[in-house]
């Protein structure tokens, strides 16, 4: 059979009965839309949450006190104190080669109020290096300096959701410092307010206020113990080093032979990403395969119709077979149409699938990521199926009895 007869004779066949054939791409644009968009969004999952991550600094290493409970591989320590860290852990690791910058930290939650409202945010003592290490920018006035933390200073840089907060949405930053806040009883001088990081909720990093680590420890916390050292590591190729380093330089600090007893835990921003992104990738992983399942869905309507197909031409099938069409060619004119369908159905699937990621991410403020492999390996499973899936109606046709397919009414 020729290839324009076997054109002519597909067109024929899918126009003959417009709603079923259109019923049964349905399937198949269902199941390609749904296993891009969903794909997409587990992509863009990802890329948020490794953004996010990657937005508190570059090469981090973050030591808390005591031991961490969280699971994930990335975390190192033992039983231990809260109350574990001090600034003479810092001085030690700031000599080490490999380090850029250390930023200790103290932290915890107080009410907060400002222009006769009021909000319960995180308060951090940092000194002027945090703002260098965690990436933190400043939008308008300056961060914490180094005076100011010698002199104890009274003083706060508002982050955005705080801003908001207190003094309304969309309040000029500009507007808001040199105004007085007071937290916990205590006021506070505003010198500047940070640039948006995104997020949203209480552990946002926006919703938080930076005031000089010497005056939270002396007016909060009462005492000399840090919440958690930040540090940068000059190259990144170095990072386990570092780490092993850091450990060994702080079990020595702290007097502790074992590192199971260790009373700190390390984190590598590295492991904390890649955990992420092995969790994101399970998720993308099930979500495709959840979509997937309306693919094998639309397959079995393709099988469905071809059946139904080769009952209705049986005396065709029968005719042709009389005047000298082979098995092959029978066999191959049904798989022919059984492939236009889902190929047709795979272009329209990545188009919808296309427009809904882009709907869903513009409208709904869900982060999408359309790949080209989610893409291409759509349109290569919708030809897989069209192909499978009809290989046994068109095998059934093949193998009809010319002179039982005549007679057949």
């Given at each position: 059979?020729?290839?324009?007869?076997?054109?002519?004779?597909?067109?024929?066949?899918?126009?003959?009965?417009?709603?079923?054939?259109?019923?049964?791409?349905?399937?198949?644009?269902?199941?390609?839309?749904?296993?891009?968009?969903?794909?997409?969004?587990?992509?863009?999952?990802?890329?948020?949450i490794e953004e996010n991550i990657q937005s508190i600094g570059s090469?981090?290493?973050?030591?808390?006190?005591?031991?961490?409970?969280?699971?994930?591989?990335?975390?190192?320590?033992?039983?231990?104190?809260?109350?574990?860290?001090?600034?003479?852990?810092?001085?030690?690791?700031?000599?080490?080669?490999?380090?850029?910058?250390?930023?200790?930290?103290?932290?915890?939650?107080?009410?907060?109020?400002?222009?006769?409202?009021?909000?319960?945010?995180?308060?951090?003592?940092?000194?002027?290096?945090?703002?260098?290490?965690?990436?933190?920018?400043?939008?308008?006035?300056?961060?914490?300096?180094?005076?100011?933390?010698?002199?104890?200073?009274?003083?706060?840089?508002?982050?955005?959701?705080?801003?908001?907060?207190?003094?309304?949405?969309?309040?000029?930053?500009?507007?808001?410092?040199?105004?007085?806040?007071?937290?916990?009883?205590?006021?506070?001088?505003?010198?500047?307010?940070?640039?948006?990081?995104?997020?949203?909720?209480?552990?946002?990093?926006?919703?938080?206020?930076?005031?000089?680590?010497?005056?939270?420890?002396?007016?909060?916390?009462?005492?000399?113990?840090?919440?958690?050292?930040?540090?940068?590591?000059?190259?990144?190729?170095?990072?386990?080093?570092?780490?092993?380093?850091?450990?060994?330089?702080?079990?020595?600090?702290?007097?502790?032979?074992?590192?199971?007893?260790?009373?700190?835990?390390?984190?590598?921003?590295?492991?904390?990403?890649?955990?992420?992104?092995?969790?994101?990738?399970?998720?993308?992983?099930?979500?495709?395969?959840?979509?997937?399942?309306?693919?094998?869905?639309?397959?079995?309507?393709?099988?469905?119709?071809?059946?139904?197909?080769?009952?209705?031409?049986?005396?065709?099938?029968?005719?042709?077979?009389?005047?000298?069409?082979?098995?092959?060619?029978?066999?191959?004119?049904?798989?022919?149409?059984?492939?236009?369908?889902?190929?047709?159905?795979?272009?329209?699937?990545?188009?919808?699938?296309?427009v809904v990621s882009w709907v869903v991410e513009n409208f709904f403020?869900?982060?999408?990521?359309?790949?080209?492999?989610?893409?291409?390996?759509?349109?290569?499973?919708?030809?897989?199926?069209?192909?499978?899936?009809?290989?046994?109606?068109?095998?059934?046709?093949?193998?009809?009895?010319?002179?039982?397919?005549?007679?057949?009414?």
């Open positions: 059979m020729l290839l324009q007869d076997t054109i002519f004779e597909t067109y024929s066949a899918i126009v003959s009965n417009k709603v079923r054939t259109g019923l049964t791409i349905l399937g198949i644009v269902i199941g390609i839309a749904s296993v891009i968009v969903m794909v997409a969004i587990g992509n863009g999952a990802k890329q948020q090469n981090l290493l973050m030591v808390r006190g005591g031991a961490q409970r969280s699971p994930g591989s990335f975390v190192r320590g033992a039983a231990g104190s809260d109350e574990s860290l001090v600034m003479s852990d810092v001085e030690a690791i700031e000599g080490l080669d490999s380090v850029a910058s250390v930023a200790p930290l103290s932290s915890g939650n107080y009410q907060v109020i400002g222009n006769g409202n009021n909000t319960r945010t995180s308060i951090n003592g940092v000194t002027q290096e945090y703002s260098e290490v965690r990436n933190v920018e400043v939008e308008q006035g300056s961060f914490i300096t180094e005076q100011q933390q010698d002199r104890l200073a009274k003083v706060a840089v508002l982050g955005p959701d705080v801003i908001e907060a207190l003094y309304g949405e969309g309040t000029d930053a500009g507007e808001v410092v040199g105004n007085k806040v007071r937290i916990n009883g205590i006021d506070f001088t505003v010198i500047g307010t940070t640039v948006s990081k995104g997020g949203t909720g209480f552990n946002s990093s926006d919703d938080v206020v930076y005031i000089p680590l010497s005056t939270y420890q002396q007016y909060f916390q009462g005492d000399k113990y840090l919440s958690m050292i930040n540090i940068k590591i000059a190259d990144q190729d170095e990072m386990e080093s570092a780490e092993t380093e850091i450990e060994n330089l702080l079990l020595a600090e702290h007097g502790i032979a074992n590192a199971s007893s260790a009373d700190f835990s390390i984190m590598n921003q590295g492991d904390i990403v890649e955990t992420a992104s092995s969790v994101t990738d399970t998720l993308t992983i099930l979500l495709g395969a959840v979509a997937g399942i309306s693919l094998v869905v639309g397959g079995i309507g393709i099988m469905n119709m071809m059946l139904t197909t080769v009952t209705e031409r049986t005396r065709e099938i029968g005719l042709r077979k009389a005047i000298g069409a082979k098995g092959a060619d029978i066999s191959a004119q049904f798989l022919f149409e059984s492939a236009t369908l889902t190929f047709i159905g795979g272009i329209v699937g990545i188009v919808l699938g296309v403020g869900t982060t999408t990521m359309v790949s080209n492999f989610s893409i291409l390996l759509s349109f290569g499973v919708s030809a897989l199926i069209g192909i499978v899936f009809g290989y046994y109606p068109a095998r059934r046709a093949s193998k009809l009895n010319p002179i039982q397919a005549l007679r057949y009414e």
